[in-house]
């Protein structure tokens, strides 16, 4: 099968699960296949833990890991750690749950910062630099984050240099009435998730990211997502701009959901429909416009409406 076909089948087998949300695995997907990472920003219940487990159950041989992010949590229980054999008595390195192919930081926010920062070279260069070796992160490596909007006792926010290394951040939302309920008659004697057969293999992902990385990206379209990204620096509403991360980001994502919109060029439109998903998290506001009730989601929606599109 074609790399197009490939992701059309990946993303119905997760649809046929995580129901009422098309959309968003279609953005969740093309963020891994871009080689990027997400944050799911949304109420509990909505379906962020059920959607990675669809996921890595839908990919053959993919390795999933969960981690509970708790305040006592350490950098070792991430990334691993180095244990004596009392046969050998010599050290021996037991891999953490961050090396596998999809792993579920799961309420990421209610750890110390000193842990949350374990995953910041991971998530940045694929690499853990444990006990002074470094360490490569081979397969897929993709993160799947979730944080709660509404809850705030006991956790900590991310910093700035974390929210960047995510691609993306997004929520799911609540799904119609319809939906709800058609949810409910797929759980009535077990869990679709827990029947859910992989459709593509590790290998067609990553022939899919490769041919992601082919699609054409032409140069109007590289100078209009830099004027994207770079309107929001010097903007009297902004006080930390996104950096030129996020034109790598916006780039690579939109190639990817290319491919699932079964073209082979990126479209202005295609742009467009990421560039709040993609830049607004890693901008930080003045306080003057956060008391005026401004968002930087908002900001980046008008930017999108008043910024020029290539012909």
Sequence with gaps: MSPTQNAAKLESAIASVV???????????????????V???????????????????????????????????????????SVLDPRTQEFRFHPG???TDILLADEINRASPRTQSALLEAMSERQATIEGKCHELDGLFFVIATQNPVEFRGTYPLPEAQMDRFSMQCALGYVSPEEEAAILADQTETHPVDTLDPVVSRDDILAISAA????????????????LVGATRGHPQVQLPASPRASLAL??????LAVFEGMDFVSPEIIQSLAVDVIAHRMVLTPEAKYSG??????ITDLVENTPVPV
């Design 39 to 81: 944050l799911l920003e949304d109420y509990p219940g909505t379906g962020k833990t059920t959607l990675a487990k669809a996921i890595a159950k839908a990919i053959s041989g993919a390795i999933f890991t969960r981690v509970q992010f708790t305040p006592d949590l350490l950098p070792s229980d991430i990334l691993g750690i």
């Design 97 to 99: 749950p961050v090396f």
């Design 19 to 37: 129901r009422g949300q098309n959309d968003i695995i279609r953005r969740v997907l093309a963020c891994m296949l871009s080689g990027g990472h």
């Design 294 to 299: 401004h968002t930087a989601r908002q900001i």
């Design 212 to 227: 992601a990385r082919k699609v054409r990206f032409s140069d109007e379209l590289r100078h209009y997502a830099v004027s």
């Design 251 to 256: 780039m690579k994502l939109s190639q990817a």
